[in-house]
């Protein structure tokens, strides 16, 4: 999926929530969006998921998609499992597989004995779970979570971060936003952090420094920069297995033998590694 | 689609927002009925109630949904173009009761009007005969339904969410241009009306400009709601 100069406003003369966002987002790539209040995640995560248009550029390759909104008010006359039956199958699930996710997913988020009250009935955590529970019966290839964690119980979190993975191992990219800081920790690719003009800078994620990731960090390039470089320590870098390239302050390492670079690089004297980042063709969009 | 538009009827349904307009509707017919009218008249009447009776229904349709599974339903229908279709079929689901409630008015209407043809003849059985020797007269009612069906779906889709959000506004604009789609010379629904004499043996049939303008109608505010849908402005509620 790519975003294409994507901006957003709500109306000819509101400010840009959004603006000029060109940025690719790969398969199984686990984003984490941050920024202030009121700094665009949500109308972000939107234009993302396809749910509104952006007012300039495009999102194109858009695979299906599941998206959970910061409240789901529930207010609707349907029970839990007859609304997720119909979404399933909006969402493309035909025959007795639309009931067998459904009843799949109510059981691991724990809402099953609850699913024949009506939305209208249930707690904000049971709906959150009904919420969650359709975005995931079509094992979507992009998955976007707009807080989705606020308001479940421990149980049910553990649950919803299982499934992102599980999404992410599939080759499938979860985009989310979450007031958490610690959300998902070790397991994230790419940050997008989002600044009051409504630009975008996208830093490396945590993914592989504490070992819990994915795996997916395998792949791609990681961008380390250095200070105090001189031309034998150079050598000596560019020596190292998985060192693609050595310029200006900068080198590139294949993500599979970073983490062994990295632990060399900072044994050395006068060396200083002042950044760690995943490479990006249009890192910052400004 | 057809899951979004079992979805939204399902919607319209269990909200119990249709039981409004249809009351409105069976008071307003039984108002037409009231006294011995002939069946083309009568046929005109319950077509003319519809304009009100879809409007509103369209309004409902557009008022059900919270903003929140209004979102999760336009990603579960793309991975493009999910929010038009999504208002497409929740458009189409109101059309489609307005189409139910008109067949059950034009067969009420039927059943109670005078007969066709110029012999009367009592009883149900009387009535049914009658239609069938003249069969142009309700073929002409259910064409004139037809019409006032597309504008009062049209009338309701350009008063309300999301292209007039305003929520005071939206209710009364929507009488507004019900009103002046009954009583404007211009309206497609008013030319179709128009001229109804109270002939018991001609079919009155709408011209093809009131229909080919009701179409027009119809698909224009459809596609306005639909775009304004997609590019949605956050809720003002």
Request: charged share 15%; glycine share 12%.
């Amino acid at each position: 999926m790519r975003l294409e100069a994507v901006g957003k406003r709500y109306g000819l003369r509101q400010p840009w929530v959004v603006r000029s966002v060109s940025l690719d987002v790969l398969p199984g790539r686990l984003i984490r969006l941050e920024g202030r209040n009121g700094s665009g995640k949500s109308t972000l995560l939107r234009v993302a998921a396809g749910v509104t248009l952006p007012s300039a550029g495009r999102v194109t390759g858009r695979p299906h998609t599941g998206y959970v909104p910061e409240r789901f008010p529930g207010g609707l006359a349907f029970s839990g499992r007859d609304y997720l039956l119909h979404l399933a199958r909006v969402h493309g699930l035909r025959g007795v597989a639309a009931p067998r996710a459904v009843d799949e997913w109510l059981e691991r988020l724990g809402a099953a004995s609850y699913a024949s009250q009506p939305l209208r009935a249930l707690s904000k955590g049971m709906c959150q779970k009904v919420a969650i529970a359709q975005a995931l019966l079509a094992r979507p290839g992009l998955l976007v979570l707009d807080e989705a964690w606020t308001g479940l119980d421990q149980a049910a979190r553990g649950v919803l971060d299982a499934a992102v993975a599980e999404r992410v191992a599939d080759g499938g990219c979860v985009m989310f936003v979450d007031h958490e800081q610690a959300r998902l920790a070790g397991r994230i690719s790419e940050r997008w952090r989002l600044d009051e003009s409504g630009h975008v800078t996208v830093v490396a994620g945590d993914e592989g420094r504490s070992g819990s990731g994915f795996g997916s960090a395998l792949e791609g390039v990681i961008v380390i920069e250095l200070t105090g470089l001189e031309a034998s320590s150079a050598a000596l870098l560019g020596g190292l297995p998985g060192v693609l390239s050595i310029d200006s302050g900068a080198a590139r390492v294949s993500a599979g033998a970073s983490d062994e670079v990295l632990r060399q690089v900072l044994g050395w004297d006068g060396v200083h590694v002042t950044a760690v980042r995943t490479e990006q063709p249009e890192r910052d969009t400004r | 689609m057809t899951a979004l538009l079992r979805y939204q009827t399902a919607l319209l349904l269990r909200s119990n927002r249709w039981i409004f307009p249809l009351i409105a509707y069976g008071a307003l017919i039984a108002v037409g009925a009231a006294g011995s009218t002939p069946l083309a008249e009568g046929l005109t009447w319950s077509a003319a109630m519809l304009v009100p009776v879809v409007a509103f229904l369209t309004r409902s349709m557009l008022l059900v949904e919270p903003d929140a599974s209004r979102a999760v339903v336009a990603a579960a229908a793309g991975p493009a173009g999910g929010p038009v279709r999504a208002q497409l079929a929740a458009l189409t689901a109101a059309l489609g009761g307005g189409a139910v409630l008109g067949i059950i008015g034009a067969v009420f209407t039927l059943l109670t009007s005078e007969p066709a043809g110029s012999q009367p003849s009592g009883g149900v059985t009387g009535r049914i005969t009658a239609t069938i020797d003249h069969p142009a007269i309700f073929a002409a009612g259910l064409a004139t339904a037809v019409v006032c069906l597309f504008v009062g779906a049209a009338a309701g889709t350009l008063c309300n969410p999301p292209l007039l959000r305003h929520p005071g506004a939206a209710a009364l604009a929507t009488l507004a241009v019900v009103i002046a789609a009954l009583a404007a010379n211009v309206s497609p629904a008013n030319a179709a009306l128009r001229g109804a004499g109270p002939s018991n043996v001609t079919a009155h049939w709408p011209s093809p400009l009131s229909f080919v303008a009701a179409v027009a109608l119809l698909a224009i505010t459809w596609t306005a709601s639909a775009l304004a849908a997609a590019r949605r402005e956050r809720s003002l509620s």
